[in-house]
T-cell receptor
């Protein structure tokens, strides 16, 4: 099991460029999440998905779009990157099963710099 | 409005001693609390959790205490080891019944623990 993987690990963009971050999980989890982590800010939820074909906004959704066409993949898109989107992005997933159902499993992160 | 607060950005402890990391919350709808550990250049990993119906949960060297009346929880690490040096995040969830719909986690800003050999 690879768990949660993220592609790419690093990326530098110029202002106005677009890109897509890919998150994949092999645990058959229903829920998936995208967070950003900025210095001194903790993790903030961007968007999430409770199942294939469904997405919803989190705390800081502006400037991002997401898609969940397949259960195992969750894509985060930046249509026109801005320097304020320089951050480390983490994807996470969670099972719908009871028990330790609140626990989210995180990927290794994508470090994005927008110049 | 920060709903989960970790007021100590950093903590230094001698190896073998107890580390106590604190977390306060404001949302009375939170019913489940988790601690995550994060090393540099890695994703957060789950450490330990506690339901609001309990006041203590123990897992090896790690114990989490919950004081609902004070809206406070703490993570105790005994004994502390150099490998425990990391950033620790407190997180809370309000669960489905509150209307969150997704068991969203609200994270604190983290406390950087340094265990000195």
């Amino acid at each position: 099991n690879a768990g949660v993987t993220q592609t790419p690990k690093f990326r530098v963009l110029k202002t106005g460029q677009s890109m897509t971050l890919l998150c994949a999980q092999d645990m058959n989890h229903e829920y998936m999440y995208w967070y950003r982590q900025d210095p001194g800010m903790g993790l903030r939820l961007i968007h999430y998905s409770v199942g294939e074909g469904t997405t919803a906004k989190g705390e800081v959704p502006d400037g991002y779009n997401v898609s969940r066409l397949k259960k195992q993949n969750f894509l985060l898109g930046l249509e026109s990157a801005a320097p304020s989107q320089t951050s480390v992005y983490f994807c996470a997933s969670r099972s719908i099963l009871r028990g330790r159902s609140y626990e989210q499993y995180f990927g290794p992160g994508t470090r994005l710099t927008v110049t | 409005d920060q709903q989960v607060k970790q007021n100590s950005p950093s903590l230094s402890v001698q190896e073998g001693r107890i580390s106590i990391l604190n977390c306060d919350y404001t949302n009375s709808m939170f019913d489940y609390f988790l601690w995550y550990k994060k090393y540099p250049a890695e994703g957060p990993t789950f450490l330990i959790s506690i339901s609001s119906i309990k006041d203590k949960n123990e897992d090896g060297r790690f114990t989490v205490f919950l004081n609902k009346s004070a809206k406070h929880l703490s993570l105790h690490i005994v004994p502390s080891q150099p490998g425990d040096s990391a950033v620790y995040f407190c997180a809370a969830s309000a669960g489905w019944d509150s209307g969150a719909g997704s068991y969203q986690l609200t994270f604190g800003k983290g406390t950087k623990l340094s265990v000195i050999p």
